[in-house]
């Protein structure tokens, strides 16, 4: 059975860091591409970033480029999402969330997601 | 920069058809999936690559293409179907940036 386990969130204040974690089971998260979304409290889902298989292609939406890092450990099967400088705007309960495409390659929707960990900026 | 628009809110009731509508200025060029998601749950992916069901979906999913606008169509509509639903897709000159609509919100009245 496919699971993916995020952590990571918590209270944080504007302009601080944290990470998140996605640690995938049950597949190879080596064999695909992963994402991660984002919903704000009562509003709708959002793209954030995404990570080809072996790391070496990410893209981001234009409001976290610069500020958000994702990258990935394979032989952990874990992903992860860097968020510094963060903004009151970047609240939300983030998804990791799997494109369902093996082997290389991508489909560029999700069969897969986590149940999310929250972030909250504020001071 | 580059959006999908849905309509905020949608109403139908029970048995009858609800249509919801995803447009954007990518859809000829992009697949477009849609996701369920009710309240305190995870989304789930209901239609893929415009028109396909994913095993487990009920047939009366379906989703259609026409130009900048995407369709899923709820035939049948049944109490369990409220939820909000979200069309996905990814922007027109490279497909790896993904994009959701805003959501639209099912009633059955």
């Known amino acids: 059975e496919v699971q993916l386990v995020e952590s990571g969130g918590g209270l944080v204040q504007p302009g601080g860091s944290l990470r998140l974690s996605c640690i995938a089971s049950?597949?190879?998260?080596?064999?695909?591409?992963m994402s991660w979304v984002r919903q704000a409290p009562g509003k709708g889902l959002e793209w954030v970033a995404n990570?080809?298989?072996?790391?070496?292609?990410?893209y981001y939406m234009d409001s976290v480029k610069g500020r958000f890092t994702i990258s990935r450990d394979n032989a952990k099967n874990t992903l992860y999402l860097q968020m510094n400088r963060l903004r009151a705007e970047d609240t939300a309960l983030y998804y990791c969330?799997?494109?369902?495409?093996?082997?290389?390659?991508?489909?560029?929707?999700?069969?897969?997601w986590g149940q999310g960990t929250l972030v909250t900026v504020s001071s | 920069s580059y959006e999908l628009t849905q309509p905020p809110s949608v109403s139908v009731s029970p048995g009858q058809t609800a249509k919801i509508t995803c447009s954007g200025d990518?859809?000829?060029?992009?697949?477009a999936s849609w996701y369920q998601q009710k309240p305190g749950q995870t989304p789930i992916i209901i239609i893929y690559?415009?028109?396909e069901r994913p095993s487990g979906i009920p047939e009366r999913f379906s989703g259609s293409s026409s130009g900048t606008t995407v369709t899923l169509t709820i035939s049948g509509v049944q109490a369990e179907d409220e939820a909000d639903y979200y069309c996905?897709?990814?922007?027109?000159?490279?497909?790896?940036?993904?994009?959701f609509g805003g959501g639209t919100k099912l009633t059955v009245l």
């Open positions: 969330a799997r494109d369902p495409c093996g082997d290389g390659c991508f489909s560029g929707y999700f069969d897969s």
């Open positions: 049950g597949f190879s998260l080596s064999s695909h591409w």
């Open positions: 990570v080809k298989q072996d790391g070496s292609e990410r």
């Open positions: 990518s859809l000829p060029k992009q697949y």
């Open positions: 690559k415009d028109t």
């Open positions: 996905q897709s990814a922007d027109s000159s490279n497909s790896f940036l993904g994009v």
